[in-house]
């Protein structure tokens, strides 16, 4: 819980996405469909402007009936972001998302991206932490635990 993003950052596989504010909803799904992410982030140059996620889709494209190869993310993505910074704990985040109720969590430092933490990789980190405990808790029980 008390583990910097900066190391979940840096145990994470693939490249953070991002597209510019005046590409469309159409192409924008295209690249979070392609490379299986839940969110692409906006950015102006290196600019953080916004994020565009699966929920954007849902409630402010296909909602509201708005066509998707006309409207650029701008118009659609969230603007109000909830930013992390990479010395920021698992236990922070996690009290971001749960109180925020977000998925996705773009961490900055001096106003740079390095990347996005997703409820998903948290709870991975967690349950990756579970287990190592109860194994050895496990071994310590079975008297396999190292002297």
Partial sequence: MHTPLRTLLLQKSGRTQSVMPETTVA?????MNTTNVGSVLVMDGTRLVGIFTERDVLRRVVGKRIVPEKTPVSEVMTKDLAVMRPTSTVADAMAVVSEKRIRH?????????LGVISAGDLNHWLIRGHQVEIDHLVDYITQRYPA
């Fill in 27 to 31: 192409a924008a799904v295209d690249i």
């Fill in 105 to 113: 969590l773009p961490v900055v430092e001096e106003g740079r991206v």
